[in-house]
Nanobody, 126 residues
Framework: QVQLVESGGGLVQAGGSLRLSCAASGRTFSSYAMGWFRQAPGEERDFVAAISLSSRITNYADSVKGRFTISRDNAKNTVYLQMNSLEPEDTAVYYC???????????????????WGQGTQVTVSS
């Protein structure tokens, strides 16, 4: 089992920045590929970004490419999502997720992930 706890969400004006953190406990964090997803009210949970367990591979949704950066610190058992140039359309609950494996690959779909955090709200005002 892996427990994931997100933090860092909040209210920010358009154009601003936030950094989300996801702290993992339980099994060896470095054995898991990680991802960030988001879900707006009435919408499906959508892929945002992913990182391989080796940190060598990252992957982004087109809507956030160039604005968001995913990274991980295996010594701290934490994955981050740096979000810059935020837009009102980025408003959602953001979830981190973990899946075993993926040394040289990332995962983009909800079904591929085994463990999920409880989510953190990000609200971007115009």
């Amino acid at each position: 089992q892996v427990q994931l706890v997100e933090s860092g969400g909040g209210l920010v004006q358009a154009g601003g920045s936030l950094r989300l953190s996801c702290a993992a406990s339980g099994r060896t964090f470095s054995s898991y590929a990680m991802g960030w997803f988001r879900q707006a009210p009435g919408e499906e949970r959508d892929f945002v970004a992913a990182i391989s367990l080796s940190s060598r591979i990252t992957n982004y949704a087109d809507s956030v490419k160039g604005r968001f950066t995913i990274s991980r610190d295996n010594a701290k058992n934490t994955v981050y999502l740096q979000m810059n140039s935020l837009e009102p359309e980025d408003t959602a609950v953001y979830y981190c997720a973990a899946v075993a494996g993926g040394f040289f690959r990332t995962y983009r779909t909800v079904k591929e992930y085994e463990y999920w955090g409880q989510g953190t709200q990000v609200t971007v005002s115009s």
